[in-house]
């Protein structure tokens, strides 16, 4: 069996904050003892942006701008050209979570579709002629430490058919409802509440659709794409009129992060409730939200 190496992060959660150490161990695990010419460790930080493929055309000339940004890098020697002894070996490594650049903060970690923000570490020991080189990644997690609190924006909403396109019997509908707030704290549930006053239409579901609207760009142009990230049934079948239905929502770690509006990027995010009636119609009504960490 061939030599295996691991990266190990002294903090198990691997979140870390922007101007913290970031400590850690390379384990390497061998049955003979290994030559190496170098170990080395490089960490860092990118936002990586693409288009989606009806964005390419409309927009040719801006694809070729939409180099990622980089928002961290680090990179040591660890050890220089020796030899490993047979077993284990451990090479302890630390750096510190500091923006590169024109990056005034380290953005939070944050897998999207068409934007992903990600910090990881890399090990490589490279192996004489011949010899398959070693390598190891692991991706480690940032979070805000401070920011603007989520001030409390209750919203009260009414959803009815709009008028031009609507049937008779789908005039004789109406749902009234409270969001408990647009601005969130994303590590508290998303909250609310929505009652069914009347519909004539037999209700086959009301669902609560979180969205993720990223926006990618430069001045030659802007591409924004809006796609689901969760979908919830807070309503099964054809539910109780003047029924209190509560609302209520975690927002996911990593496809979720605070709002993020930069000259090259947006991340920002809606809620939708979808109303879907028996026969195929649906009615959707959206709702922006903003995301806090605190």
């Known amino acids: 069996k061939m030599a295996t190496v691991e990266i190990r992060l002294k903090r198990p959660t691997k979140v870390y904050h922007e101007g913290e150490t970031v400590c850690g161990l390379i384990e390497v695990e061998s049955k003979t003892a290994i030559a190496h010419q170098s170990i080395s460790l490089v960490a860092e930080g990118i936002a990586a942006l693409t288009l989606s493929a009806k964005s390419v055309g409309r927009l040719e000339s801006m694809y070729n701008n939409m180099k990622p940004v980089p928002l961290f890098n680090y990179s040591t020697e660890l050890a220089r050209q020796g030899k490993l002894a047979a ?18 903060s380290l953005l939070e970690t944050y897998h999207g579709v068409f934007i992903s923000v990600q ?11 011949l010899n398959k080189d070693l390598s190891k990644e692991v991706e ?10 989520a001030s409390h924006k ?5 959803i ?26 994303i590590t508290k549930p998303f909250m609310g509440e929505l009652i069914v006053e009347r519909s004539e239409n037999p209700i086959r579901s009301i669902e609560l659709q979180l969205m993720r609207v990223e926006t990618v760009g430069s ?19 054809d539910v109780c009129r003047g029924l209190a239905i509560p609302i209520y929502m975690v927002f996911p770690r990593m496809f979720s992060c605070p709002t993020v509006d ?7 995010f809606e809620v939708n409730i979808v109303i879907a009636f028996e026969g195929g119609r649906t009615i959707v009504e959206q709702f922006p939200i903003k995301l806090t960490r605190f």
């Open 87 to 104: 077993g284990k070996t451990t090479v302890p490594f630390e750096f510190v979570l500091k923006p590169r650049g024109s990056i005034k």
């Open 119 to 129: 910090y990881n570490i890399k090990c490589l020991i490279k192996r004489p002629l």
């Open 140 to 149: 480690f997690l940032i979070e805000y430490k401070s920011g603007d609190k």
């Open 154 to 158: 209750p919203l009260n909403f009414t």
């Open 160 to 185: 009815c058919p709009k008028n031009e396109n609507s049937k008779t019997d789908m005039q004789r509908f109406s749902v009234r409802g409270r969001l408990d707030s647009c601005v969130c704290c």
């Open 219 to 237: 001045a030659e142009g802007f591409a924004k794409e809006a796609t689901e990230i969760q979908n919830i049934e807070i309503g099964c079948g």
């Open 262 to 268: 930069t000259p090259n990027f947006k991340i920002e």
